[in-house]
């Protein structure tokens, strides 16, 4: 089993949050921009160029929220049961340095179909990749809020 190293990014303007959306693993399912760590790329890098290829958005990565991984055969049920790939993923508060007139980047996810501003308010009852932020994600906004805060470690959660 190899470990994955990837970072997402956290941006929020104006009581709205840059989401990625699209049909997989299920319709409509909403995830955060970001990818995989590339040899010789910070973490901090990672992300800025992630969100950029994915939204069309330039950030600059600020305070580390959050470390999560998820262990496959720890989550046979989890979306990425048979990936081989044991995920460790971290999530950064962002903010924006330029965004496009219309949202939408150079390299898109795969399964992604949509690129939107979500007002935080109608977060909740969303399906998320991954599932954890179903019910964490505003409560998780909030805490990047606060400028200076500590990121806090989850352990393994599908």
Same mark, same amino acid.
């Given at each position: 089993?190899? /470990?994955?190293?990837?970072?997402?990014?956290?941006?929020?303007?104006?009581?709205?949050?840059?989401?990625?959306?699209?049909?997989?693993?299920?319709?409509?399912?909403?995830?955060?921009?970001?990818?995989?760590?590339?040899?010789?790329?910070?973490?901090?890098?990672?992300?800025?160029?992630?969100? @950029?290829?994915?939204?069309?958005?330039?950030?600059?990565?600020?305070?580390? @929220? @959050?470390?999560?991984?998820? /262990?496959?055969?720890?989550?046979?049920?989890?979306?990425?049961?048979?990936?081989?790939?044991?995920?460790?993923?971290?999530?950064?508060?962002?903010?924006?340095?330029?965004?496009?007139?219309?949202?939408?980047?150079?390299?898109?996810?795969?399964?992604?179909?949509?690129?939107?501003?979500?007002?935080?308010?109608?977060?909740?009852?969303?399906?998320?990749?991954?599932?954890?932020?179903?019910?964490?994600?505003?409560?998780?906004?909030?805490?990047?809020?606060?400028?200076?805060?500590?990121?806090?470690?989850?352990?393994?959660?599908?």
């Amino acid at each position: 089993m190899k /470990i994955r190293n990837s970072a997402n990014g956290l941006v929020v303007r104006d009581g709205r949050v840059l989401l990625l959306r699209g049909e997989w693993p299920q319709p409509d399912t909403y995830w955060l921009p970001g990818g995989g760590q590339e040899p010789g790329e910070s973490l901090a890098a990672c992300v800025e160029r992630e969100v @950029l290829e994915e939204t069309g958005v330039r950030v600059r990565a600020r305070e580390m @929220l @959050l470390v999560r991984e998820t /262990i496959p055969d720890n989550h046979p049920d989890g979306p990425f049961p048979r990936s081989g790939s044991h995920r460790v993923e971290m999530t950064f508060w962002c903010d924006i340095i330029a965004e496009p007139d219309v949202l939408g980047g150079a390299k898109p996810d795969g399964p992604q179909v949509d690129v939107a501003w979500v007002p935080v308010d109608k977060l909740t009852g969303l399906r998320f990749l991954p599932v954890w932020f179903e019910s964490r994600l505003p409560a998780l906004i909030a805490h990047g809020q606060k400028r200076g805060v500590v990121g806090v470690y989850v352990g393994d959660v599908a």
